[in-house]
């Protein structure tokens, strides 16, 4: 068990440009979720995935954002016309049952310039 | 909407002192309360949690209390040390999504320094 692993850790791309982040689980886990932090902040959540299927998506979660989780494993999260607003950590958790604490990966640090 | 205050933003104790963060959550759905700790560059952890069926949990020099009439929750840490030194959040979570996931709302973090 490596724990929840997301890449790239850190990532700077000029507005307008598409990003694209990803998450690898714990393997056992079959819940998955994406998270946003801003400085000074607390998490937001995004969105949630139980096996492959997306089942709940924030209002924070605009068009320009899709996320994906293919054959229920690793999750990849894409904002298309990035936005200085974007930048942010894009934080990745996953849990085994419902009634289990989430395990956070370390988070991808987005900077929109 | 549903909100979570924590207080205070930040915090500083002397190494060996108890450190106290306190959390407010308005959505009455909410039976589930983590609490995380962030190091910087790092991911939260989940450090110790309790469900609203319990008043108050300990782990070690780590204890959480609950007032779920009050809708209060409190984090604990007794005996601090330099390496307690981090930011907290606290989250309150509920089951009552149409996905039936937990979903957290979580506190706006209290930055706690211990001084050797």
């Known amino acids: 068990d490596t724990g929840v692993s997301q890449n790239p850790r850190h990532k700077i791309t000029k507005r307008g440009q598409n990003v694209t982040f990803r998450c690898d689980p714990i393997?056992?886990?079959?819940?998955l979720y994406w998270y946003r932090q801003t400085l000074g902040q607390g998490p937001e959540f995004l969105t949630y995935?139980?096996?492959?299927?997306?089942?709940?998506k924030s209002r924070l979660l605009s068009d320009r954002f899709s996320a994906e989780r293919p054959k229920g494993s690793f999750s990849t999260l894409e904002i298309q016309r990035t936005e200085q607003g974007d930048s942010a950590m894009y934080l990745c958790?996953?849990?085994?049952?419902?009634?289990?604490?989430?395990?956070f990966g370390s988070g991808t640090r987005l900077t929109v310039v | 909407g549903e909100n979570v205050e924590q207080h205070p933003s930040t915090l500083s104790v002397q190494e060996g002192d108890s450190a106290v963060i306190k959390c407010t959550y308005s959505?009455?759905?909410?039976?589930?309360f983590p609490w995380y700790k962030q190091e910087l560059g790092k991911g939260p952890q989940l450090i110790i949690d309790?469900?609203?069926?319990?008043g108050e949990k300990k782990d070690q020099r780590i204890a959480v209390t609950l007032n779920k009439t009050a809708k209060h929750f409190s984090l604990h840490i007794t005996e601090t040390q330099p390496e307690d030194s981090a930011v907290y959040f606290c989250?309150?979570?509920?089951?009552?999504?149409?996905?039936?996931?937990?979903?957290?709302?979580f506190g706006t973090g209290t930055r706690l320094k211990v001084l050797a």
């Open positions: 958790a996953s849990s085994f049952t419902l009634n289990y604490g989430y395990t």
């Open positions: 393997s056992e886990h079959n819940r």
């Open positions: 995935f139980q096996n492959e299927a997306q089942l709940e």
């Open positions: 959505d009455s759905a909410s039976n589930y």
């Open positions: 309790i469900r609203s069926n319990v």
């Open positions: 989250a309150a979570g509920t089951d009552r999504t149409t996905s039936g996931t937990y979903k957290y709302i």
